[in-house]
Nanobody
């Protein structure tokens, strides 16, 4: 069984920074894409950033230049460094990992979500 454990959410003032971390554990053969999504109540979940196994990154237009995604394959961890935060960045942030597990093949796994609140 594969698990994702997220950490780093919280309350920050506009203009501040937060660092989200997501650690993957379990019976894993290979991790492909690692990403972060966010969701406001009443809205659809949206992509924030994704990083491939080849280190190619993709960002939502709204976070370009402010957020940086990175991964540490030795620790099976993906990091989202968020800077210059705005109130509109307030949401629940979810880690997502696409990987090959030893017993269940290719799977798409989601974290439990971590709340980021940016006050004005």
């Amino acid at each position: 069984q594969v698990q994702l454990v997220e950490s780093g959410g919280g309350l920050v003032q506009a203009g501040g920074s937060l660092r989200l971390s997501c650690a993957v554990s379990g019976r894993i053969v290979r991790i492909n894409d690692m990403g972060w999504y966010r969701q406001d109540p009443g809205k659809q979940r949206e992509l924030v950033a994704v990083i491939t196994s080849g280190r190619t990154t993709t960002y939502a237009e709204s976070v370009k230049g402010r957020f940086t995604i990175s991964r540490d394959d030795a620790k099976n961890t993906v990091i989202l460094q968020m800077s210059s935060l705005k109130p509109e960045d307030t949401a629940v942030y979810y880690c997502n990992v696409k990987l090959l597990a030893t017993t269940s093949g290719y799977v798409d796994v989601w974290g439990q979500g971590t709340l980021v609140t940016v006050s004005s």
